[in-house]
């Protein structure tokens, strides 16, 4: 009877035996799934974002459900420059919620705006906006000294209410800008550089 009991123990032994190795290589995938997880998320929260085009406020520069990227890094070692294309939270939004716009910074902490004839003027000096298709039909604006660490922002679209942006909310403080979007990725169609 001994020897059938060590034939029993032995398949028991080699069965863990073949288990082992599926158990560590199950192991090891969810592991390297975590890490992975974590990276994304973690690029995600600290070095891009992905983000989608509501509305037409930046018209004819970005049209609705296009797709930005969003380089977060932009700005750690520099500062916001004119004719960045920001991400800024909604300065109208309570903390509650978080709502984004998407905007072209046109002034910078020290500069004078002013709009006047539906043109824009930075420090008396009139601005060429290529990146619009018209006049600004808004009323006139200012003149408006921007407060240091703020920036002055607007939409590309200049009809008449296409955008709500420093003109109605003013100037916004540098913390309330997330990143600068760099490229158009979606559709494939209008893959572009901002």
Do not use: C
């Not at 974590?38 to 929260?45: D, E, P």
């Not at 004719?83 to 903390?95: H, Q, S, T, Y």
């Not at 808004?138 to 590309?156: C, E, Q």
């Not at 559709?187 to 550089?193: D, F, M, T, V």
């Amino acid at each position: 009877m001994e020897p059938s009991k060590k034939v029993k123990l032995g398949r028991a032994a080699k069965g863990e035996r073949n288990s082992q190795p599926w158990v560590a290589e199950l192991r090891s995938w969810l592991i390297t799934l975590a890490i992975a997880v974590l990276i994304v998320f973690g690029m995600h929260a600290f070095v891009f974002n992905l983000s989608t085009v509501k509305g037409q406020s930046m018209e004819p520069t970005l049209y609705e459900s296009e797709w930005l990227f969003v380089n977060k890094l932009a700005f750690l070692t520099g500062s916001p420059s004119n004719g960045d294309v920001v991400i800024l939270k909604d300065p109208a939004e309570d903390e509650g919620r978080k709502e984004f716009l998407v905007k072209r910074i046109v002034g910078l902490p020290g500069d004078t705006i002013e709009i006047r004839q539906g043109q824009l003027y930075r420090n008396g000096q009139l601005v060429v906006e290529p990146y619009t298709d018209t006049e600004i039909e808004d009323l006139d604006y200012g003149p408006d000294k921007i407060s240091a660490d703020h920036y002055f922002v607007m939409g590309d679209n200049r009809h008449a209410k296409a955008s709500r942006d420093s003109r109605s909310f003013h100037a916004v403080p540098r913390s309330s800008i997330i990143g600068r979007a760099d490229l158009i990725i979606w559709p494939i169609a209008r893959l572009n550089q901002l």
